[in-house]
């Protein structure tokens, strides 16, 4: 469950930037480079970059973990192995799960049309189960509602949240293409529970954290610090408490709230056949659009990791399993600073014995002048990646836009160095040229990619 970003060239260049490694062919030694990745972690905590819980094993056995920053804030209390985050979107692959399980007891199918339980819900008769699952319904994501903060903090009955997810107009045809929507999660939640005829909430610990001793997962509640439950932060000169969804409100698409090792020991499970079906595994994992059921892949170089991120108020979580080689990694953040990819890609490089760069936080930010900042004024392109960037200088600052995307502040720390902190982008600019008093290129480094881009 997320509240998506607007800031489409920060998801552009974050995963262009995986995409790009090249990879050893089967994972390394990571006793090289764990060090560096303690030192990398425990940096971005110290430099109020991100708050963490990593953990990592390959085929079930522990291979890494570390913890970095506080649970509570106010309580200074340190996040440790046993603080419980709430998860967001990774609760839809839970949701998924159960689905699964009541298709292969003959419950339901993927053809199962929504107007058996919600007739009057537009497209009904049209939509079925693998549509929601798969977010292809046209049902309007009702976190995109305008009015949703002045919602999702109080409690909401399933009648309140029918109501809302009816008087939306469809947004396409059902099948046509795919749009995430936390709605079609919601359903499918409800639907669950009219089969049970139990809270989710029961249903998920009887089906899913019982029988795996994941006993520290469970649909969330109001945050108990006492219950090594952390709360979540935003940064603005120091960290912020964030407010707190009520948990009625994201349901089937986001309530879950786990530890870092009992969602890494929930996809073990998943992909070891202790929860479902190899042939509904399979469902899940066939991706069009990009996603499957309940479940995505994100690309590490030529490597592939099935599973989901989430995004829930400060919180931030990325769960990843390859199947090829065991390995599986998870990420709990409450408190984000900084591009959350490159977070993932430290870890990752670090597992497949690559190095990473530690960020020099020493450098602070400066003013330069309009005379200078003009110098960088112009269209760039690359013959790296099939994007041109756009600088121009807006009320003293350096703006960047590239196409189709939205326009970034860009922060300068030289005459020639700046930076968009929240994506981990880095540019350096080409000193201009004595003739011109104009740049001729610059490098834009991110994800330990360095991409370079000349004037147009």
Same mark, same amino acid.
Request: hydrophobic residues 30%; aromatic residues 6%; negative net charge.
């Given at each position: 469950m997320k509240r998506m970003t607007k800031i489409r060239l920060i998801v552009f260049w974050a995963k262009l930037a995986a995409i790009l490694f090249t990879l050893p062919t089967a994972a390394q030694s990571l006793n090289q480079h764990q060090a560096d990745l303690d030192a990398y972690l425990k940096a971005l905590n110290e430099n109020n970059k991100v708050m963490t819980a990593v953990y990592v094993t390959? %085929?079930?056995? &522990?291979r890494y973990e570390h913890y970095a920053g506080l649970a509570s804030v106010e309580d200074n209390s340190p996040i440790s192995a046993q603080t419980r985050f709430r998860i967001g979107s990774v609760t839809k692959t839970f949701t998924a799960v159960l689905i699964m399980q009541l298709i292969e007891n003959n419950?339901? !199918?993927? +053809?199962?049309?929504? %107007?058996?339980?919600? &007739?009057?819900? &537009? %497209? !009904? /008769?049209?939509i079925n189960l693998k549509h929601l699952l798969s977010h292809r319904s046209g049902i309007f994501n009702y976190t995109n509602d305008p009015d949703y903060t002045s919602f999702m903090t109080t409690p909401q009955t399933k009648e309140q949240l029918l109501s809302r997810i009816r008087g939306y107009r469809p947004e396409f045809s059902p099948g046509s293409k795919h749009k995430y929507s936390n709605s079609n999660y919601v359903l499918l939640g409800f639907i669950i529970e009219s089969l049970y005829d139990k809270p989710l909430k029961e249903i998920i610990t009887k089906k899913i954290t019982q029988p795996l001793n994941l006993n520290s997962t469970y649909y969330g509640n109001s945050i108990e610090i006492e219950e090594n439950e952390a709360s979540s932060y935003r940064h603005n000169g120091h960290w912020i408490k964030q407010a707190?969804? @009520?948990? !009625?409100? &994201? @349901?089937? /698409?986001g309530a879950i709230v786990s530890t870092a090792k009992d969602i890494n020991q929930f996809f073990t499970a998943l992909f070891g056949g202790r929860l479902i079906s190899s042939d509904s595994l399979r469902a899940m994992m066939k991706l069009e659009d990009g996603y499957g059921l309940g479940m995505t892949a994100a690309p590490f170089g030529e490597k592939k990791f099935y599973g989901h991120f989430g995004g829930? +108020?400060?919180f931030v979580s990325a769960a990843g399993y390859n199947t090829k080689d065991g390995l599986n990694v998870t990420v709990l953040s409450n408190a984000l600073n900084y591009n959350f990819n490159d977070v993932l890609i430290a870890v990752l490089k670090t597992m497949y014995g690559l190095s990473i760069d530690i960020p020099d936080f020493s450098a602070k930010p400066i003013k330069l002048s309009e005379k200078i900042l003009s110098a960088y004024e112009g269209e760039f392109a690359s013959t790296q990646v099939p994007i041109k960037i756009r600088f121009w200088v807006e009320n003293g600052r350096l703006m960047s836009q590239a196409e189709g995307q939205g326009a970034l502040p860009l922060i300068a720390y030289s005459e020639t160095e700046f930076r968009f902190d929240p994506a981990g982008i880095v540019i350096n600019f080409n000193k201009p040229s004595a003739s011109s008093s104009r740049t001729n290129g610059f490098i834009l480094s991110q994800g330990g990619g360095k991409y370079e881009f000349k004037r147009q």
């Open positions: 390959e %085929n079930g056995v &522990p419950k339901l !199918s993927l +053809d199962t049309k929504l %107007n058996q339980f919600y &007739p009057d819900i &537009p %497209n !009904s /008769a049209q707190e969804t @009520h948990m !009625s409100v &994201p @349901h089937g /698409a829930i +108020d400060g």
